[in-house]
């Protein structure tokens, strides 16, 4: 949600604006960085770009079209979705879907 919101972000950034929240108060940058390289693998994000520092390069990643695909069927009702979308779009979907082994019945 924080890339969602906010852009390509570094491991750091999604911390540190996670932990602010009172929800991820207590939770370790570790954490976070397991959970971005996670999502990178499965490809829900990738890296946007690198910032080099006299130290370091850091990596700021940002969500992927199936990243926000997630989140938006996440928050919306499938019902609410389905709806909205033209049936041009809805054969798209359901092509790409298909293509990646999903069977109807």
Known sequence: MVLAERGPQTIYAIHKTLSQTRSFSRLGYPSVNRKVKALEKMGFVRKAHKNKTKRYISIAYKLTAKGKLAILLHLNPPQ??????????????????????????
């Open 80 to 105: 609410e979705v389905f709806t909205k979308i033209e049936e041009a779009s809805a054969r798209q979907i359901l092509h790409a879907l298909e293509k990646s082994g999903f069977k109807l019945l």
